[in-house]
């Protein structure tokens, strides 16, 4: 039960009887703060070769990111507007399996480093979604692109039972912005929380990192909890909006790679949460079931951002070659009609970088509410 851990009423617990008795009690005795001198004693070279793995990954993870840089720095066809979003986008892989990497050397660092990937995951998404907006040019082009469009409320998590039955409005400007908002809420909604989960943590009030806690930890939880499905629903209704879009940017995969990080991050430390608290974890010479989880969890964590690297950099470096190639094809939806006022036709593709700082012009004005 949580309440007889070790960290949250501040009583060491009774281990159980029987043969496994000294060995829960050894569990229950360790603390939560191990250093690196600790890890090594604990499992020797095995660590340091871990070590060595995650850091070549995280080398070449920012090898790609480099690449990418150069590729959108030096390309005169891409649009300056779209480099900062681009940046934020790739960088994600790179700089969460470096966290990883500072959590597996000193495990004592997992909780601020954890937060520190979070929030950087969490504006990372807002970029994201601002790089979305000026692929199309804007809102205003995004709202002529998806014209007739209704909004796509049923979409998970906020799923309707009745699909037939849900309201279906016509998608406006002002819808286009709810979404954002929803998403633009994370990072303050995020950094809130772990925060507030810290100081309770350093006031010794809240063991963080459990399922389980007391009234305060619950409460921030639920919160967080709805922030983030909040968030996750404005992407997902946004994605689902332009779905069929923008195919020569890789539009769909980039989203698809965006929204796979953000969940299975998350997921992931909630799964690992319940999996610690049921005992599914053992202890170490020197780390307790919860700190070994963890360690467990920045492991699984940093080869899944190898992929995802790997991912993110196929998906953008198609950003070069296909920002000339803008056609109405590409920002018109299956079935919907190709001859929009406000999209560009086949003759009209992005063939000059004026006619796109122009755009980007438009855009910045489309983002000031104008």
């Known amino acids: 039960m949580a309440s007889e851990r070790p960290g949250l009423t501040g009583e060491t617990p009774t281990p159980p009887d029987g043969a496994g008795a000294a060995a829960a009690a050894d569990c229950y005795s360790l603390t939560e703060v191990v250093t690196t001198s600790q890890l090594l004693e604990d499992l020797g070279g095995y660590v340091i070769t871990l070590w060595v793995v995650v850091g070549l990954e995280v080398l070449f993870l920012y090898g790609l990111l480099a690449k990418t840089l150069w590729s959108v720095y030096h390309n005169e066809r891409l649009p300056k507007l779209w480099r900062s979003g681009t940046v934020w986008a790739n960088s994600v892989p790179s700089f969460v399996a470096l966290m990883c990497l500072g959590s597996l050397i000193v495990p004592a660092s997992d909780r601020l480093l954890r937060a520190v990937r979070l929030i950087y995951l969490s504006v990372s998404l807002s970029k994201f979604v601002e790089l979305c907006l000026l692929y199309f040019g804007g809102e205003s082009r995004l709202l002529a692109a998806v014209e007739g469009s209704a909004v796509p409320l ?13 309201p279906r409005p016509t998608i406006t400007k002002r819808s286009i912005r709810v979404m954002k908002v929803l998403v633009y809420q994370l990072p303050f909604s995020v950094s809130g929380y772990f925060f507030f989960s810290l100081y309770l943590y350093s006031a010794g009030m809240q063991n963080v990192g459990e399922a389980s806690g007391g009234p305060g930890y619950v409460i921030l939880m639920a919160l967080h909890a709805v922030a983030f499905l909040l968030g996750m629903y404005g992407l997902i209704m946004l994605e689902t909006t332009t779905k069929g879009q923008l195919q020569s940017l890789r ?4 989203f698809a790679l965006m929204k796979f990080t953000v969940v299975i991050i998350n997921i992931q430390k909630f799964i690992f949460s319940i999996v610690i608290s049921t005992g599914g974890f053992t202890c170490t010479a ?10 467990i969890l920045n492991i699984v964590i940093a080869a899944e951002m190898l992929l995802f690297g790997v991912l993110n950099h196929w998906a953008y470096q198609a950003d070069g070659r296909s920002a000339d190639d803008l056609t109405a094809a590409d920002l018109t939806p299956s079935g919907s009609p190709a001859d929009r006022a406000d999209t560009p036709t086949s003759q009209q593709t992005w063939t000059s970088t004026a006619q796109r700082e122009n755009v980007g012009a438009k855009t910045t004005n489309g983002f000031s509410g104008a």
């Open 286 to 295: 020197s780390m307790s079931p919860e700190v070994y989880g963890a360690f």
């Open 251 to 254: 539009y769909r995969a980039k």
């Open 154 to 166: 049923a979409v998970p998590p906020c799923c309707c039972c009745c699909r037939p039955c849900c």
